[in-house]
């Protein structure tokens, strides 16, 4: 996480270096900043640049400054308001997004008192934002109905066929309509329909192996990527990674597709294509080309870690498969 700590005051200077370094110890990538006229025009910059500021400051002059700035909680960097004293460190904006932990850090390494008013951690209970982190899932959709119903005690459950560590109930996917509860989480990479207000989170766990003719442009990657994703009826956002052999792997459409599409870039090597080939339908052409006789197909295999391969997708001189592989929750192995 990329922090910026902005003082205003000498004093205040004292307890940003304090803070600066109780985040360092968390591995958080810190900066500290004095503050200087215009306030405004700076913070500006730190919100679009960081992921959280820390502001040694009066809460006045953070909640003036930032307001005007402000677009969505799912792009507002996390905000938190430590006073000159270092005697409360208080959550300010997006407290689900990190800011309540990042204000308990803080409370806990600098002596001080956590100010956190959140409904669902007042109550000490997990959030839809927490149970994303935790996991290491991508939420699709806004979490204000779901983390509603939590704070108010109805019944919520988690549908998954994925293991997920969460204190809410979780059932496979198979139940849902099946289950009596006011909302539910529906974690899977495949795009089902889901009761309106219910929360949809996409596990990273799909790898697309892609083989192309020499030059191919990355808008023809990215169009055959997701073309084949749609054709196994898989959700964008659970792709974690594109797979291919070396000699593709040097290719700049390719290239720029994966950091387009911000995903890993993984090299399977033709050896290792070789001993699995006879799995897959194999071309002549293709093999005297680039010594194997397949290349979409085994390194969506392969790239995977020998997931099973979902989906197919040929054209335009681009070859494209897709696999899962198995999630492993942050929280634990699978």
């Known amino acids: 996480m990329r922090v910026t700590v902005v003082y205003v005051t000498s004093p205040g200077r004292r307890v940003a270096e304090r803070a600066a370094e109780v985040l360092r110890e968390e591995g958080c990538e810190v900066e500290v900043w004095r503050a200087r006229a215009p306030v405004s025009g700076m913070m500006e910059l ?5 992921d959280a500021v820390v502001c040694v400051m009066a809460l006045g002059i953070v909640v003036r400054t930032i307001a005007p700035l402000l ?13 000159d004293a270092g005697r409360f460190a208080i959550s300010v904006v997006s407290g689900h997004r990190g800011a309540n932990r990042l204000a308990e850090i803080l409370a ?16 000490g209970l997990e959030c839809a934002e927490e149970f994303e982190q935790r996991n290491g899932l991508v939420m699709e959709g806004d979490a204000k109905q779901i983390n509603s119903a939590i704070a108010n005690r109805r019944r919520v459950a988690v549908f998954s066929d994925l293991r997920v560590c969460t204190a809410l109930e979780v059932y496979p996917l198979k139940m849902m309509g099946r289950v009596e509860c006011d909302a539910g989480i529906v974690v899977t990479p495949e795009l089902l329909e889901v009761p309106e207000g ?22 023809r990657v990215l169009a055959a990527v997701s073309a084949c994703l749609e054709t196994a009826n ?19 459409g390719i290239q720029e597709a994966a950091e387009r599409l911000d995903v890993e870039l993984r090299v399977v090597e033709p050896e290792q294509i070789l001993q699995v080939e006879h799995r897959f339908r194999c071309s002549e052409f293709v093999r005297q080309k680039v010594g194997v006789g397949a290349v979409a197909e085994p390194c969506a295999y392969l790239g995977s870690g020998g997931g099973r391969v979902l989906g197919r997708y040929a054209g335009g001189g681009i070859r494209v498969a897709v696999a899962e592989q198995t999630f492993i929750s942050r929280c634990g192995d699978n």
Do not use: F, N, Y
């Open 46 to 50: 730190l919100v679009r640049k960081c």
């Open 71 to 83: 677009r969505s909680k799912h792009s507002d960097p996390a905000v938190v308001c430590v006073d």
């Open 108 to 123: 806990e390494g600098l002596g001080a008192r956590a100010v956190v008013t959140t409904s669902t951690s007042t109550q």
């Open 198 to 219: 219910w929360l949809v989170m996409r596990p990273c766990c799909i790898v697309a192996g892609v083989g192309a003719r020499r030059g191919v442009e990355a808008e």
């Open 234 to 252: 898989l959700s964008s956002l659970s792709l974690c990674a594109i797979a291919t052999i070396p000699k593709k792997a040097e290719e700049r």
